[in-house]
């Protein structure tokens, strides 16, 4: 710790870095600029914060988003000024609707540089271009840092969790202890709902004859808690791509995974009433709502609508409320093999006719088989997705990653370092297709240099499938969506990686023995045919 640290007067960035460090941040991501981004990087090193470099901005923010759902500390990336911040546009986005907790530290333009006779030179309104994403945007000077960013702090921790915009201006100032102004316009939006009546909650879900619970991510940090409360209702639990892992896939009372698809509606036409417990309103897929049944919702907080408007809403701790209207409820009529039905049938649309050549369901398969147990699961977008997301296993949540608000790609190998960074000693799986991982190649290099221990399959189908799948559907021109098959093993090879090619099922059999028994970070080429895509995706979406 250098001699500014044991004194009282810190500058800006020791000050901000103090507050970080305070709330259990551990590491940081991203590619400084000049000015901010050094006194930024002097900070974290005195203070014990390791910096991660990494090839892109948008991967860097989407490591530090899922470290603050990981750990629960605000994850940190660090920008230039200018175009680095306006890179990590996509890694916001991802925070703000996957509810992750993440504060961007961008380089300041120098103040004034909009006046007359001044340089323009990567001058734009950085702040406002996070305006739709950013719980919180502020300019952060040395008076009333202390207070600001204990307030920054706060303001992506508070339910829902999500990203802050800050700006660093004169980072190597000092900063004066006492607090100051600097606290205005970073509180976050206020509820849309109030606390709602739990006696009305309790007595609409005992008049139900067929209830379905429908769990969602805001109930990951209780899952032990309400997965005793659900266990006795005896009614069907789905869990939507985010809350996998809060219900076990054994249990009897498991119904699959609920996105809202058409595949669904059949399946849940027998429920008179949907209890939707932490299911946050960005979790379904886009379009209308397909359910008739009433819901009945129990969510820790709501800065969002739902798609339609609930019979009656509860807002609070959700162990709490789910405690006081699911407590003692009983005698419903569902039966086990009407759930364990609805189990299978939705699980039977997902699945993938076998044929000669590799598909994303028998890669999958192969990869969950082979795979030591206990480990993470990251799984970028596309149309490999639906197999992954029903075939990994997911043990607790936080288990199996995927971004599911936002459907970004080119999130599995950023989300995938992350994770390996977490927990070095727990497995690390990535699912990315093609395209996914063509959009962060370059963070092959940063897995590379951290000697990280993960294995990514690429499912390299030579096209964007879930559009070309769309495309056919519509009987438009196809072609375009196509290209050359690339060969992911020899590019990361060249990266520093271990890698290998598979066109068989004993190919692949082989290449994953392998990469599971590397030290490093170690990639599987494995070439599918895509052909069972259409199938699939109209079983499961209509």
């Known amino acids: 710790m250098t001699d500014a640290m044991n004194t009282t007067t810190m500058n800006l960035a020791e000050t901000l870095v103090a507050a970080l460090r305070k709330h259990g941040v551990e590491r940081a991501f991203g590619i400084p600029g000049g000015g901010s981004s050094l006194a930024l990087m002097s900070a974290f090193e005195n203070q014990g914060i390791d910096f991660v470099l990494t090839a892109g901005e948008t991967p860097a923010a989407i490591m530090a988003a899922v470290t603050g759902l990981l750990t629960g500390s605000p994850g940190v990336v660090m920008t230039g000024v200018g175009p680095g911040a306006a890179c990590a546009v996509n890694g916001m986005a991802y925070a703000a609707l996957e509810r992750a907790p ?21 001058v734009f309104d950085q702040s406002g271009i996070f305006a739709p994403l950013a719980k919180a945007r502020h300019r952060l000077r040395p008076e009333g840092a202390e207070a600001a960013a204990e307030a920054l702090v706060a303001a992506a921790l508070a339910p829902p969790q999500g990203p802050v915009f800050v700006e660093m201006d004169a980072a190597d100032a000092e900063a004066p202890a006492a607090a100051g ?39 990951r940090p209780w899952a032990a808690a309400l997965a005793e409360l659900l266990r006795p209702l005896g009614c069907p639990v789905m869990l939507s791509y985010q809350a996998r892992g809060v219900v076990a896939a054994d249990e009897p009372h498991y119904g699959g995974l609920f996105t809202g698809a058409n595949s669904e509606v059949n399946c849940l036409a027998e429920a008179d009433l949907l209890v939707l417990l932490g299911l946050d309103p960005v979790e379904p897929i886009p379009g209308p709502w397909r359910l008739d049944a009433p819901l009945l919702v129990l969510a820790e907080s709501l800065d969002k609508p739902y798609p339609v408007e609930p019979a009656v809403t509860l ?4 162990p709490e409320i789910a ?10 009529a569902w039966t086990l093999d009407e759930i364990a039905n609805i189990r299978q049938t939705l699980a ?41 997301m029903a075939l990994c296993p997911a043990e607790a949540p936080f288990s199996l990653l995927k971004s599911n608000g936002l459907s970004t790609m080119g999130f599995a190998l950023p989300a995938a370092l992350a994770a390996a960074l977490d927990d070095p000693l727990r497995p690390v799986t990535a699912f990315t297709g093609d395209g996914g991982l063509i959009m ?56 520093g990686w271990q890698a290998w090619r598979a066109e068989d099922a004993a190919a692949l059999e082989s290449a994953l023995a392998a990469a599971y028994a590397a030290e490093g970070p170690a990639l599987v080429d494995a070439v599918i045919d ?10 499961l979406r209509g």
């Open 323 to 332: 405690n006081q209207v699911l407590d003692g409820q009983s005698g419903f």
């Open 440 to 495: 962060c190649l370059g963070e092959l290099a940063t897995a590379a240099r951290l000697g990280s221990r993960l294995v990514l399959v690429v499912l390299n189908d030579g096209a964007l499938s879930m559009i070309d799948v769309k495309q056919q559907r519509q009987q438009r021109h196809l072609g375009s969506l196509r290209y050359p098959r690339t060969d992911f093993a020899s590019t990361a090879r060249g990266l």
């Open 530 to 539: 895509p052909a069972a895509y259409a199938a699939q995706f109209d079983a």
């Open 102 to 122: 993440l504060l961007l530290l961008a380089d300041a333009a120098e103040a004034g540089a909009e006046a007359e006779g001044r340089s323009r030179h990567q």
């Open 181 to 219: 102004e600097g606290t205005s316009g970073m509180e976050p939006p206020s509820l849309a709902v109030a606390a709602g009546d739990s006696a009305a909650a309790r007595d609409l879900l005992a008049k139900a004859r067929r209830p379905l619970v429908i769990v969602g991510l805001q109930a």
């Open 315 to 318: 807002v609070g701790a959700l």
């Open 348 to 388: 039977a649309r997902v699945a993938m006719a076998p044929g000669q050549d590799l598909n994303a369901a028998s890669v999958v398969a192969a990869t969950v088989a082979a795979a030591p147990a206990g480990g993470r699961y990251c799984v970028d977008s596309g149309a490999h997705m639906f197999s992954a």
